[in-house]
Protein backbone atom coordinates (compact mmCIF):
# COMPACT_ATOMS: atom_id res chain seq x y z
CA UNK A 1 0.00 0.00 0.00
CA UNK A 2 2.73 2.68 1.29
CA UNK A 3 4.74 1.37 -2.00
CA UNK A 4 1.98 1.93 -4.34
CA UNK A 5 1.18 5.24 -3.15
CA UNK A 6 5.02 6.24 -2.80
CA UNK A 7 5.40 4.88 -7.22
CA UNK A 8 1.56 7.50 -7.46
CA UNK A 9 3.73 10.01 -6.45
CA UNK A 10 6.97 9.08 -7.99
CA UNK A 11 5.34 8.87 -11.65
CA UNK A 12 3.20 12.63 -10.93
CA UNK A 13 6.54 14.24 -10.63
CA UNK A 14 7.60 13.00 -13.83
CA UNK A 15 4.46 13.09 -15.88
CA UNK A 16 2.63 15.69 -13.78
CA UNK A 17 -0.94 13.70 -13.48
CA UNK A 18 -3.76 16.24 -11.24
CA UNK A 19 -6.86 13.68 -11.72
CA UNK A 20 -5.55 11.39 -8.54
CA UNK A 21 -7.36 12.67 -5.38
CA UNK A 22 -4.96 11.64 -2.69
CA UNK A 23 -6.52 11.85 0.78
CA UNK A 24 -4.95 11.28 3.96
CA UNK A 25 -6.39 10.55 7.37
CA UNK A 26 -4.34 11.16 10.63
CA UNK A 27 -6.10 11.04 13.92
CA UNK A 28 -5.37 11.50 17.47
CA UNK A 29 -6.84 11.17 20.80
CA UNK A 30 -6.36 11.48 24.61
CA UNK A 31 -7.67 9.83 27.29
CA UNK A 32 -7.47 11.10 30.36
CA UNK A 33 -8.71 10.68 33.88
CA UNK A 34 -7.89 12.95 36.84
CA UNK A 35 -9.55 14.17 40.23
CA UNK A 36 -9.12 16.95 42.78
CA UNK A 37 -7.71 15.89 46.27
CA UNK A 38 -10.24 17.58 48.35
CA UNK A 39 -13.95 17.89 48.13
CA UNK A 40 -13.35 21.96 48.56
CA UNK A 41 -11.03 22.05 45.69
CA UNK A 42 -11.96 21.96 41.98
CA UNK A 43 -9.28 22.88 38.74
CA UNK A 44 -9.70 22.47 35.48
CA UNK A 45 -13.25 20.84 35.40
CA UNK A 46 -11.93 18.00 37.97
CA UNK A 47 -14.08 17.86 41.47
CA UNK A 48 -13.10 14.99 44.29
CA UNK A 49 -14.62 12.11 42.18
CA UNK A 50 -12.57 10.73 39.48
CA UNK A 51 -13.61 11.84 35.93
CA UNK A 52 -12.76 10.37 32.58
CA UNK A 53 -14.84 12.96 30.77
CA UNK A 54 -13.36 16.01 31.13
CA UNK A 55 -10.38 16.53 29.23
CA UNK A 56 -10.33 13.28 26.77
CA UNK A 57 -11.22 13.83 23.16
CA UNK A 58 -11.26 12.09 19.64
CA UNK A 59 -10.20 13.33 16.59
CA UNK A 60 -9.82 12.64 12.98
CA UNK A 61 -8.26 14.95 10.21
CA UNK A 62 -8.41 14.48 6.45
CA UNK A 63 -6.93 16.02 4.26
CA UNK A 64 -7.22 15.93 0.31
CA UNK A 65 -4.99 17.17 -2.21
CA UNK A 66 -6.95 18.03 -5.32
CA UNK A 67 -3.61 18.48 -7.42
CA UNK A 68 -2.91 21.99 -8.93
CA UNK A 69 -1.80 23.20 -5.56
CA UNK A 70 -5.02 23.07 -3.76
CA UNK A 71 -6.14 20.64 -0.96
CA UNK A 72 -8.80 20.63 1.66
CA UNK A 73 -7.92 20.30 5.59
CA UNK A 74 -10.73 19.14 7.42
CA UNK A 75 -10.62 18.33 11.63
CA UNK A 76 -13.68 17.02 13.57
CA UNK A 77 -13.31 16.71 17.08
CA UNK A 78 -15.55 15.17 19.63
CA UNK A 79 -14.79 16.10 23.34
CA UNK A 80 -15.44 14.61 26.55
CA UNK A 81 -16.49 17.65 28.09
CA UNK A 82 -18.81 18.51 25.18
CA UNK A 83 -20.05 14.36 25.41
CA UNK A 84 -17.91 13.40 22.40
CA UNK A 85 -20.41 15.60 19.89
CA UNK A 86 -18.70 15.47 16.62
CA UNK A 87 -17.60 19.07 15.48
CA UNK A 88 -15.39 20.38 12.88
CA UNK A 89 -12.73 22.00 14.88
CA UNK A 90 -11.08 23.64 11.86
CA UNK A 91 -12.15 23.21 8.18
CA UNK A 92 -9.99 25.04 5.40
CA UNK A 93 -8.60 25.31 1.76
CA UNK A 94 -5.19 25.34 1.33
CA UNK A 95 -3.18 27.01 -2.37
CA UNK A 96 -0.17 26.91 -2.49
CA UNK A 97 0.77 30.34 -4.41
CA UNK A 98 4.67 29.31 -4.13
CA UNK A 99 6.91 27.04 -2.30
CA UNK A 100 7.29 29.23 0.36
CA UNK A 101 3.80 30.98 0.46
CA UNK A 102 0.48 29.30 1.43
CA UNK A 103 -3.05 31.02 1.64
CA UNK A 104 -5.48 28.91 3.62
CA UNK A 105 -9.23 29.99 3.80
CA UNK A 106 -11.55 28.78 5.86
CA UNK A 107 -12.64 27.84 9.68
CA UNK A 108 -8.94 28.28 11.27
CA UNK A 109 -7.18 28.11 14.43
CA UNK A 110 -6.59 31.58 15.75
CA UNK A 111 -2.42 31.49 16.23
CA UNK A 112 -2.55 33.11 19.90
CA UNK A 113 0.03 30.93 21.19
CA UNK A 114 3.02 28.94 20.44
CA UNK A 115 0.71 25.75 20.64
CA UNK A 116 -2.31 27.09 19.19
CA UNK A 117 -2.45 24.80 16.37
CA UNK A 118 -1.56 22.09 18.01
CA UNK A 119 -2.85 22.23 21.68
CA UNK A 120 -5.26 19.66 21.27
CA UNK A 121 -2.65 17.36 20.03
CA UNK A 122 -1.31 16.03 23.44
CA UNK A 123 1.03 14.07 22.09
CA UNK A 124 3.05 16.82 20.49
CA UNK A 125 4.23 18.31 24.04
CA UNK A 126 5.63 17.26 27.13
CA UNK A 127 2.64 18.30 29.40
CA UNK A 128 -0.69 16.33 30.26
CA UNK A 129 -2.36 19.89 29.29
CA UNK A 130 -1.15 23.38 27.96
CA UNK A 131 -0.77 25.47 30.88
CA UNK A 132 -4.06 26.84 31.29
CA UNK A 133 -2.98 30.09 32.82
CA UNK A 134 -2.02 31.10 29.55
CA UNK A 135 -4.20 29.43 26.96
CA UNK A 136 -7.14 29.97 28.61
CA UNK A 137 -8.82 32.80 26.58
CA UNK A 138 -11.99 31.02 26.38
CA UNK A 139 -11.49 31.17 22.40
CA UNK A 140 -10.08 29.53 19.81
CA UNK A 141 -10.42 29.45 16.35
CA UNK A 142 -12.16 31.86 13.97
CA UNK A 143 -13.51 32.02 10.30
CA UNK A 144 -11.20 33.92 7.71
CA UNK A 145 -8.29 33.68 5.65
CA UNK A 146 -3.99 33.48 6.93
CA UNK A 147 -1.27 33.48 4.71
CA UNK A 148 2.21 31.21 5.70
CA UNK A 149 5.31 32.67 4.06
CA UNK A 150 8.44 30.48 5.51
CA UNK A 151 12.30 31.66 4.40
CA UNK A 152 15.71 30.26 5.38
CA UNK A 153 17.56 34.02 6.35
CA UNK A 154 21.24 32.70 7.05
CA UNK A 155 21.12 30.59 9.75
CA UNK A 156 17.18 31.27 10.96
CA UNK A 157 14.24 28.76 10.03
CA UNK A 158 11.91 31.94 9.61
CA UNK A 159 7.86 31.07 9.85
CA UNK A 160 5.55 34.58 9.41
CA UNK A 161 1.67 34.16 9.50
CA UNK A 162 -0.49 37.12 8.59
CA UNK A 163 -4.51 36.41 9.45
CA UNK A 164 -7.66 38.58 8.77
CA UNK A 165 -10.85 36.62 10.05
CA UNK A 166 -13.88 37.04 12.51
CA UNK A 167 -15.57 34.84 15.31
CA UNK A 168 -18.64 34.71 16.67
CA UNK A 169 -19.84 32.07 19.68
CA UNK A 170 -20.80 31.40 22.85
CA UNK A 171 -18.37 32.72 26.06
CA UNK A 172 -19.03 32.94 29.33
CA UNK A 173 -18.67 37.12 31.00
CA UNK A 174 -18.94 37.57 34.61
CA UNK A 175 -19.58 34.13 34.91
CA UNK A 176 -22.73 34.90 33.00
CA UNK A 177 -23.58 33.08 29.24
CA UNK A 178 -22.95 35.57 26.50
CA UNK A 179 -22.76 35.77 23.17
CA UNK A 180 -19.29 37.55 21.22
CA UNK A 181 -18.48 38.87 18.37
CA UNK A 182 -15.09 39.66 17.35
CA UNK A 183 -14.52 41.73 13.72
CA UNK A 184 -11.79 42.49 12.12
CA UNK A 185 -9.61 40.55 13.48
CA UNK A 186 -5.89 40.84 12.58
CA UNK A 187 -2.62 39.43 13.23
CA UNK A 188 0.74 38.49 12.69
CA UNK A 189 2.74 35.77 13.91
CA UNK A 190 6.42 35.24 13.74
CA UNK A 191 8.53 32.69 14.40
CA UNK A 192 12.29 32.36 13.87
CA UNK A 193 13.85 29.41 14.94
CA UNK A 194 17.98 28.05 14.81
CA UNK A 195 19.29 24.94 16.29
CA UNK A 196 18.26 24.37 19.54
CA UNK A 197 15.87 27.51 20.45
CA UNK A 198 13.02 29.76 19.08
CA UNK A 199 11.42 32.87 19.67
CA UNK A 200 7.74 33.67 18.76
CA UNK A 201 5.98 36.83 18.69
CA UNK A 202 1.82 37.48 18.15
CA UNK A 203 0.07 40.29 17.70
CA UNK A 204 -3.04 40.49 17.14
CA UNK A 205 -6.29 43.03 17.29
CA UNK A 206 -10.09 42.64 16.42
CA UNK A 207 -12.98 44.87 17.48
CA UNK A 208 -14.85 42.92 20.40
CA UNK A 209 -18.92 43.14 20.72
CA UNK A 210 -20.45 40.95 23.83
CA UNK A 211 -24.28 40.90 24.17
CA UNK A 212 -24.67 39.14 27.97
CA UNK A 213 -28.39 39.28 28.84
CA UNK A 214 -27.63 39.49 32.59
CA UNK A 215 -25.35 42.60 32.42
CA UNK A 216 -28.82 44.26 30.63
CA UNK A 217 -30.17 45.21 33.76
CA UNK A 218 -27.25 47.25 35.25
CA UNK A 219 -26.98 48.98 31.95
CA UNK A 220 -30.51 49.57 31.46
CA UNK A 221 -30.37 50.95 35.03
CA UNK A 222 -27.13 53.04 34.43
CA UNK A 223 -28.96 54.37 31.58
CA UNK A 224 -31.56 55.56 33.14
CA UNK A 225 -29.85 57.53 36.36
CA UNK A 226 -28.21 59.50 32.92
CA UNK A 227 -24.71 57.93 32.96
CA UNK A 228 -25.00 57.09 28.99
CA UNK A 229 -21.20 57.31 29.37
CA UNK A 230 -20.14 54.99 32.19
CA UNK A 231 -22.32 52.07 30.33
CA UNK A 232 -19.72 52.90 27.15
CA UNK A 233 -16.87 52.67 29.48
CA UNK A 234 -18.15 49.64 30.41
CA UNK A 235 -20.00 47.61 27.73
CA UNK A 236 -18.64 45.27 24.59
CA UNK A 237 -19.71 47.46 21.87
CA UNK A 238 -17.48 47.05 18.93
CA UNK A 239 -14.61 48.07 21.24
CA UNK A 240 -10.87 47.62 20.28
CA UNK A 241 -8.98 44.87 21.45
CA UNK A 242 -5.36 43.99 21.51
CA UNK A 243 -3.18 40.66 22.33
CA UNK A 244 0.45 40.72 22.46
CA UNK A 245 2.28 36.96 23.18
CA UNK A 246 5.92 36.14 23.34
CA UNK A 247 7.23 32.74 23.31
CA UNK A 248 10.87 31.47 23.78
CA UNK A 249 11.88 27.29 23.60
CA UNK A 250 15.32 26.56 24.51
CA UNK A 251 15.14 22.48 23.11
CA UNK A 252 18.78 21.16 23.57
CA UNK A 253 18.19 17.37 23.31
CA UNK A 254 17.80 17.09 26.80
CA UNK A 255 16.69 20.17 28.81
CA UNK A 256 13.50 21.39 27.10
CA UNK A 257 12.41 25.19 28.71
CA UNK A 258 9.81 27.09 27.43
CA UNK A 259 8.33 29.89 28.02
CA UNK A 260 5.41 32.20 27.23
CA UNK A 261 3.93 35.74 27.90
CA UNK A 262 0.99 37.30 27.04
CA UNK A 263 -1.45 40.28 27.54
CA UNK A 264 -4.59 41.40 26.34
CA UNK A 265 -6.56 44.16 26.98
CA UNK A 266 -9.85 45.34 25.51
CA UNK A 267 -10.25 48.89 25.23
CA UNK A 268 -13.34 50.85 26.75
CA UNK A 269 -14.63 47.64 28.48
CA UNK A 270 -15.06 46.04 31.96
CA UNK A 271 -12.19 43.70 30.69
CA UNK A 272 -9.59 43.26 33.03
CA UNK A 273 -6.03 44.29 31.52
CA UNK A 274 -4.65 40.58 31.45
CA UNK A 275 -1.09 39.41 31.94
CA UNK A 276 -0.03 35.95 32.02
CA UNK A 277 2.96 33.99 31.27
CA UNK A 278 4.67 30.52 32.34
CA UNK A 279 8.02 28.82 32.78
CA UNK A 280 7.83 24.61 31.99
CA UNK A 281 11.49 22.61 32.30
CA UNK A 282 11.65 19.60 31.31
CA UNK A 283 14.80 16.84 31.24
CA UNK A 284 14.74 14.17 28.46
CA UNK A 285 15.88 10.27 30.44
CA UNK A 286 15.57 8.70 27.59
CA UNK A 287 11.98 8.07 26.93
CA UNK A 288 10.72 9.41 30.29
CA UNK A 289 10.62 13.47 29.95
CA UNK A 290 9.98 14.82 33.62
CA UNK A 291 9.24 18.66 33.90
CA UNK A 292 8.04 21.46 36.57
CA UNK A 293 6.58 24.47 35.05
CA UNK A 294 5.14 27.81 37.03
CA UNK A 295 2.27 29.74 35.43
CA UNK A 296 0.97 32.90 36.85
CA UNK A 297 -2.12 34.60 36.25
CA UNK A 298 -2.56 38.35 36.58
CA UNK A 299 -5.95 40.01 35.75
CA UNK A 300 -6.10 43.46 36.75
CA UNK A 301 -10.28 45.40 37.37
CA UNK A 302 -10.45 48.37 36.49
CA UNK A 303 -11.90 49.68 39.17
CA UNK A 304 -11.15 53.29 37.58
CA UNK A 305 -14.13 52.68 36.28
CA UNK A 306 -16.37 53.11 39.35
CA UNK A 307 -14.68 55.29 41.36
CA UNK A 308 -15.93 58.52 40.45
CA UNK A 309 -19.37 56.99 40.82
CA UNK A 310 -18.74 56.10 44.41
CA UNK A 311 -20.08 58.54 46.28
CA UNK A 312 -22.68 59.29 43.47
CA UNK A 313 -24.98 56.11 42.56
CA UNK A 314 -27.71 54.20 44.63
CA UNK A 315 -26.28 51.06 46.15
CA UNK A 316 -28.84 49.14 43.93
CA UNK A 317 -27.00 50.43 40.88
CA UNK A 318 -22.81 50.63 42.85
CA UNK A 319 -23.12 47.08 44.01
CA UNK A 320 -23.86 45.53 40.83
CA UNK A 321 -21.36 47.51 39.11
CA UNK A 322 -18.78 47.01 41.74
CA UNK A 323 -19.76 43.09 41.40
CA UNK A 324 -19.17 43.36 37.62
CA UNK A 325 -16.08 45.07 37.17
CA UNK A 326 -14.41 43.28 40.29
CA UNK A 327 -15.05 39.71 38.83
CA UNK A 328 -12.69 40.43 35.86
CA UNK A 329 -9.78 40.25 38.86
CA UNK A 330 -7.32 37.40 38.71
CA UNK A 331 -4.31 36.76 40.63
CA UNK A 332 -3.21 33.07 40.62
CA UNK A 333 -0.03 31.14 41.05
CA UNK A 334 -0.14 27.76 39.30
CA UNK A 335 3.35 24.78 39.94
CA UNK A 336 2.95 21.86 37.71
CA UNK A 337 4.61 18.70 38.08
CA UNK A 338 4.42 15.70 35.71
CA UNK A 339 5.92 13.19 33.33
CA UNK A 340 5.78 12.16 29.55
CA UNK A 341 6.49 8.55 29.27
CA UNK A 342 6.77 7.45 25.32
CA UNK A 343 6.18 3.55 25.90
CA UNK A 344 5.02 2.93 22.45
CA UNK A 345 6.37 4.93 19.43
CA UNK A 346 2.91 6.31 18.75
CA UNK A 347 1.26 6.93 22.39
CA UNK A 348 2.86 8.44 25.43
CA UNK A 349 1.40 8.02 28.75
CA UNK A 350 1.01 11.08 31.24
CA UNK A 351 1.11 12.10 34.88
CA UNK A 352 0.69 15.76 36.14
CA UNK A 353 -0.26 16.76 39.32
CA UNK A 354 -1.41 21.07 39.14
CA UNK A 355 -1.76 23.12 42.69
CA UNK A 356 -3.51 26.85 41.72
CA UNK A 357 -3.28 29.55 44.38
CA UNK A 358 -5.52 32.22 44.10
CA UNK A 359 -3.98 34.98 46.30
CA UNK A 360 -7.65 37.08 45.99
CA UNK A 361 -9.12 34.26 47.98
CA UNK A 362 -6.39 32.56 49.80
CA UNK A 363 -7.79 29.60 48.49
CA UNK A 364 -5.85 26.51 46.94
CA UNK A 365 -6.81 24.03 44.42
CA UNK A 366 -5.45 21.36 42.71
CA UNK A 367 -5.96 18.66 40.14
CA UNK A 368 -4.18 15.24 39.42
CA UNK A 369 -4.70 13.50 36.05
CA UNK A 370 -3.28 10.90 34.24
CA UNK A 371 -3.68 10.02 30.53
CA UNK A 372 -2.61 8.66 27.18
CA UNK A 373 -2.39 10.65 24.07
CA UNK A 374 -1.99 8.89 20.73
CA UNK A 375 -1.75 10.12 17.20
CA UNK A 376 -3.00 7.74 14.51
CA UNK B 1 1.47 -6.12 9.37
CA UNK B 2 2.39 -7.52 11.95
CA UNK B 3 4.22 -9.90 10.36
CA UNK B 4 5.98 -7.80 8.76
CA UNK B 5 6.98 -5.39 11.69
CA UNK B 6 7.74 -8.91 13.20
CA UNK B 7 10.16 -9.96 10.25
CA UNK B 8 11.90 -6.17 10.72
CA UNK B 9 12.79 -6.54 14.31
CA UNK B 10 13.95 -10.06 14.05
CA UNK B 11 16.33 -8.58 10.99
CA UNK B 12 17.13 -5.74 12.54
CA UNK B 13 18.08 -7.75 16.26
CA UNK B 14 19.93 -9.76 13.70
CA UNK B 15 22.18 -7.02 12.28
CA UNK B 16 22.39 -4.33 15.18
CA UNK B 17 26.24 -4.51 15.69
CA UNK B 18 27.14 -4.06 12.67
CA UNK B 19 24.58 -1.09 10.84
CA UNK B 20 24.82 0.55 13.85
CA UNK B 21 28.59 1.38 13.87
CA UNK B 22 28.55 1.96 10.13
CA UNK B 23 28.37 4.93 8.40
CA UNK B 24 24.91 6.06 6.49
CA UNK B 25 25.23 6.64 2.46
CA UNK B 26 22.72 9.16 1.36
CA UNK B 27 21.95 8.57 -1.94
CA UNK B 28 20.44 9.80 -4.74
CA UNK B 29 20.12 9.24 -8.66
CA UNK B 30 23.58 8.83 -10.68
CA UNK B 31 21.75 11.36 -12.91
CA UNK B 32 21.64 14.23 -9.75
CA UNK B 33 25.13 15.66 -9.57
CA UNK B 34 24.16 17.65 -6.02
CA UNK B 35 26.22 17.55 -3.33
CA UNK B 36 24.56 18.25 -0.19
CA UNK B 37 25.77 18.54 3.71
CA UNK B 38 24.44 17.23 6.66
CA UNK B 39 22.25 20.72 7.20
CA UNK B 40 20.64 20.11 3.35
CA UNK B 41 19.72 16.42 4.62
CA UNK B 42 17.85 17.67 7.74
CA UNK B 43 16.02 20.40 6.22
CA UNK B 44 14.90 17.74 3.34
CA UNK B 45 14.06 15.02 5.81
CA UNK B 46 12.29 17.63 8.81
CA UNK B 47 10.25 19.20 5.63
CA UNK B 48 11.69 22.66 5.64
CA UNK B 49 12.97 22.62 2.19
CA UNK B 50 11.36 20.92 -0.39
CA UNK B 51 14.40 21.40 -3.23
CA UNK B 52 17.79 20.53 -3.64
CA UNK B 53 20.64 22.82 -3.11
CA UNK B 54 20.74 23.71 -6.96
CA UNK B 55 16.67 24.27 -6.82
CA UNK B 56 15.64 20.47 -8.41
CA UNK B 57 12.27 19.23 -6.18
CA UNK B 58 13.48 16.54 -3.91
CA UNK B 59 11.45 13.44 -2.55
CA UNK B 60 12.80 11.78 0.52
CA UNK B 61 12.03 8.66 1.58
CA UNK B 62 12.18 7.00 4.79
CA UNK B 63 12.68 3.73 6.10
CA UNK B 64 10.46 2.45 8.52
CA UNK B 65 10.52 3.31 12.32
CA UNK B 66 11.99 0.57 14.44
CA UNK B 67 15.10 -0.20 11.32
CA UNK B 68 18.84 0.49 12.79
CA UNK B 69 19.38 2.24 9.79
CA UNK B 70 16.36 4.99 10.61
CA UNK B 71 17.37 5.27 14.38
CA UNK B 72 21.17 5.92 13.39
CA UNK B 73 20.16 8.34 10.95
CA UNK B 74 17.47 10.31 13.19
CA UNK B 75 20.08 10.54 15.28
CA UNK B 76 22.98 11.57 12.90
CA UNK B 77 21.16 13.08 10.26
CA UNK B 78 18.42 14.79 12.49
CA UNK B 79 20.23 14.71 15.96
CA UNK B 80 16.15 13.80 17.25
CA UNK B 81 15.29 11.00 18.78
CA UNK B 82 12.32 8.68 16.77
CA UNK B 83 10.16 10.04 19.84
CA UNK B 84 11.10 13.51 19.24
CA UNK B 85 10.74 13.30 15.25
CA UNK B 86 7.28 11.67 16.09
CA UNK B 87 5.82 14.63 18.48
CA UNK B 88 7.45 16.99 15.52
CA UNK B 89 5.37 15.73 12.66
CA UNK B 90 2.46 15.30 14.78
CA UNK B 91 2.88 19.10 15.14
CA UNK B 92 2.88 19.57 11.23
CA UNK B 93 0.35 17.14 10.44
CA UNK B 94 -2.25 17.94 12.34
CA UNK B 95 -1.90 21.74 10.78
CA UNK B 96 -1.72 20.56 7.83
CA UNK B 97 1.59 22.00 7.32
CA UNK B 98 3.67 18.86 6.19
CA UNK B 99 3.57 15.17 5.95
CA UNK B 100 6.46 13.10 6.75
CA UNK B 101 8.68 11.30 4.02
CA UNK B 102 7.58 7.95 3.04
CA UNK B 103 8.22 4.96 4.53
CA UNK B 104 9.57 1.82 3.00
CA UNK B 105 10.57 -1.44 4.87
CA UNK B 106 13.69 -2.53 3.12
CA UNK B 107 16.86 -0.78 2.01
CA UNK B 108 16.15 -2.63 -1.52
CA UNK B 109 13.55 -0.77 -1.86
CA UNK B 110 15.13 2.97 -0.98
CA UNK B 111 17.95 1.69 -3.71
CA UNK B 112 14.94 0.94 -6.76
CA UNK B 113 12.97 3.95 -5.83
CA UNK B 114 16.01 6.10 -6.06
CA UNK B 115 17.27 4.38 -9.47
CA UNK B 116 13.72 5.41 -10.83
CA UNK B 117 13.53 8.92 -10.07
CA UNK B 118 15.87 11.75 -9.81
CA UNK B 119 14.21 13.82 -7.58
CA UNK B 120 14.31 11.10 -5.09
CA UNK B 121 16.40 11.13 -2.08
CA UNK B 122 16.83 8.31 0.36
CA UNK B 123 19.72 6.13 2.74
CA UNK B 124 20.99 3.33 3.39
CA UNK B 125 23.84 1.08 5.24
CA UNK B 126 26.95 2.16 3.25
CA UNK B 127 27.95 -1.09 2.51
CA UNK B 128 24.46 -1.74 1.15
CA UNK B 129 24.83 1.15 -1.68
CA UNK B 130 25.32 -0.45 -4.99
CA UNK B 131 26.10 1.51 -8.69
CA UNK B 132 22.31 2.21 -9.37
CA UNK B 133 22.17 5.01 -7.13
CA UNK B 134 24.96 7.91 -5.84
CA UNK B 135 26.51 8.58 -2.73
CA UNK B 136 25.30 12.80 -2.56
CA UNK B 137 26.85 12.43 1.70
CA UNK B 138 28.09 9.99 3.90
CA UNK B 139 27.68 9.97 7.51
CA UNK B 140 29.84 8.28 9.18
Known sequence: ?376 | MNFRCISIMVASLALSASVLAESLAIVVHPANATDLTTEDVSRLYLGRARTFPNGESAVPINLAEGMLARESFDQRALSRSSAQLKAYWSKLVFTGKGTPPQEVDSHEEVLKLVATNPSIIGYVPASAADERVRIAIQLD
Open chain 1, 1 to 376: MRKSLLVISALSLTVSMTCLADIQINGFASIKAGTSTGSDKTLYGYTDTIDFKNESLFAIQVRSDLGDKLSVTAQVMGRGSNDFDARFEWAFLTYELTESMRINAGRLRTPFYRYSDFMDVGFAYDWLRVPQGVYGLGFNNLEGLSLYHTAHLGEFDSTLQLLLGSYSGDISLAGNPASADIKNIAGVTWELERGWWSVRTAYLSGKVSIDAPALAPLFTGLTQAGLPGLVAALDFNDDQSEFIGLGITLDQGDWVLISEYNRINVKNSFFAKRENYYLSLGYRFDSITPFVSFEREDHRSKSAIYQPYTTVLPPQLLQPLIAVVESQSVDTKTWNLGLRYDFHPAAALKAQYSNEKNTLTDNRNDAFAVGVDIVF
